[in-house]
């Protein structure tokens, strides 16, 4: 396989994370301490706040060389995108993760912080330049997704989340992987409409840097989202660029990532391939392969996410023989269009080996995700606002799914047992339309979905207003305690990165 360009360093990240650590907390709660078995470590119910910089100030600077009227941005590492906590480590022990690192919307540069409008794009053959609103701008080009190991130190009467320990993700050279776009191909726009004279849409995103420069697609790189622990230290993690499951070694070097099973897949438009499998495996002829073990093994349907929508939510059992992940939203079958307002998500079973390595796929079901107006707080109108964040299994092995929109995030307790298992049936071919995506009644289609009881909710058991944005990792520290963690974006809206220890675990397990 052919090594990627060198376009990440871990010295740059390391330097980046000792430029400015600002810790603070906040005990947000009276509860007594509880100690946690076998050790006898106490924690103590707060909300506790992190902001550590990343890397110098960045100044926004046109194609045409206008520089941004902002102040030069700060960005600070976003901790929070997932969260872990093995049961063999004390209490006060847990695992993070980041996603890709900084992006913004090219849509959006008008606005802070890059305050340029019409930002991304390039000259054409006649020297116009052509405004690309479809792609992302990284301001941090050289971020690493990377895991992160904290611990929970008593100060007085509240805890301080102090990193341990950083795990920047590599490649089998043991270079850092990155996190810039994957060079994946175009599909239809719609799959019931494949004439030579119908829509293609790009199944990937452009990048940009900080002075409009593009950034290489990059196959080796990842959008890292929900992680689990094996007993062997190494990771389970998804990812939604493929999507795909990615196995890690415990020093951070990726084993194995599972992509969709979709080689050979032809865009009926074009005549060409459509297959995210071939992409990664084999490279495109702009992009080198992936640099790492790619197995093809997901159900071949999954290329047809939605940008951004992958696998986000990852959970391992107890005994670690099963994992578990789920898409973060329905998928676009046959269309975007379609995406945006159904409500039937995808969760699976995955059986490992004993070396916890990917064995097959054994189970698919499906989750539907609440309507918005059950988020009172988010006041959204939006079907596909409604997001499926996080996986984690209880102390007492239930599976739980976190749902959110932005203010209100929901646990709900997930039971597969009398679900529907279609993996492989209809609804894994994409020939089969109205699509399940499209069905608005699943019993008429013969299908039981995952049953689900909420358990926990933001905006009854936990003051609305102490929760940030966008959380997207929980973690059962004890049973007694549960840590919910916030996504930041890296700062990008000023937000700080949120550790919430809550005494709320014995409740869940109801």
């Known amino acids: 396989m052919k090594s990627q360009p060198k376009i990440t360093h871990i010295a740059w990240l390391v330097a980046a994370m000792a430029s400015g650590l600002m810790l603070s907390g906040c005990n947000s709660s009276s509860d007594n301490t509880a100690s946690n078995a076998p050790s006898d470590v106490s924690l103590i119910a707060g909300d506790y706040e992190l902001n550590t910089n990343l890397g110098k100030p960045v100044t926004f600077v046109s194609h045409d060389g206008t520089v941004s009227p902002a102040a030069p941005f700060q960005m600070t590492i976003g901790y929070g995108s997932e969260a872990f906590h093995n049961p063999k480590d004390p209490a006060d022990i847990f695992y993070t993760a980041s996603d890709r690192g900084p992006n913004i919307k090219c849509e959006d540069s008008a606005k802070a912080p890059v305050n340029l409008a019409d930002f991304c794009g390039a000259l054409d053959s006649t020297g116009t330049f052509q405004v690309d609103n479809n792609g992302k701008i990284f301001p941090a080009p050289f971020f690493d997704p990377t895991i992160y190991q904290f611990k929970l130190v008593q ?262 047992s009398k679900a529907t298992n279609i993996l492989g049936s209809q609804w894994d071919d994409r020939a089969t339309q109205p699509s399940l995506t499209q069905q608005t009644d699943l019993t008429a289609v013969g299908i039981t979905p995952v049953a689900k009881t909420l358990v926990f909710d933001t905006e009854n058991d936990y003051t609305p207003a102490q929760t940030p944005g966008k959380v997207e990792g929980v973690a059962f520290l004890n049973d007694e305690y549960m840590l919910l963690t916030n996504d930041n974006d890296f700062g990008i809206k000023g937000d700080p990165s949120k550790f919430f220890v809550i005494k709320a675990t014995q409740q869940v397990e109801k």
């Not at 062997?232 to 084993?255: C, K, N, Q, T």
């Not at 578990?324 to 046959?334: I, R």
């Open 155 to 416: 100060q007085g009467g509240t805890m301080q989340p102090t990193l341990v320990k950083t795990i920047p993700l590599l490649d089998q050279d043991g270079n850092p992987i990155g996190g810039l776009s994957n060079d994946l191909p175009d599909r239809p726009k719609d799959l019931t409409k494949v004439a030579s004279t119908d829509t293609v849409v790009a199944n990937t995103e452009n990048g940009y840097s900080n002075t409009a420069e593009r950034l290489p697609f990059n196959q080796n790189s990842l959008d890292t989202e929900g992680m689990a622990q094996l007993p062997d230290g190494s990771f389970w993690i998804g990812e939604e660029y493929a999507p795909s499951i990615v196995h890690v070694a415990a020093d951070g070097r990726v084993l194995e990532r599972v992509v969709p099973n979709d080689s050979g897949v032809m865009n009926d438009i074009t005549n060409k391939s459509m297959s995210v499998c071939d992409a990664l495996k084999n490279g495109t002829p702009q992009t080198p392969a992936a640099n790492y073990p790619i197995t093809c093994g997901l159900p071949g349907i999954l290329d047809l996410r939605s940008l951004n929508r992958g696998i986000e939510d990852v959970a391992v059992s107890p005994d670690g023989k099963t994992l578990y992940f789920g898409m973060q939203s329905p998928l676009a079958n046959p269309s975007k269009t379609a995406y945006k307002s159904s409500r039937n998500n995808r969760i699976f079973t995955v059986a490992l080996n004993a070396d916890g390595s990917f064995d097959k796929v054994t189970g698919e079901y499906v989750y539907q995700l609440d309507t918005p107006d059950t988020f009172v707080a988010d006041a959204s109108t939006k079907q596909n606002d409604v997001k499926l964040s996080e996986m984690s299994v209880t102390p007492n092995g239930h599976l739980i799914q976190l749902e959110r929109i932005s203010k209100v995030t929901k646990l709900y307790h997930s039971d597969l």
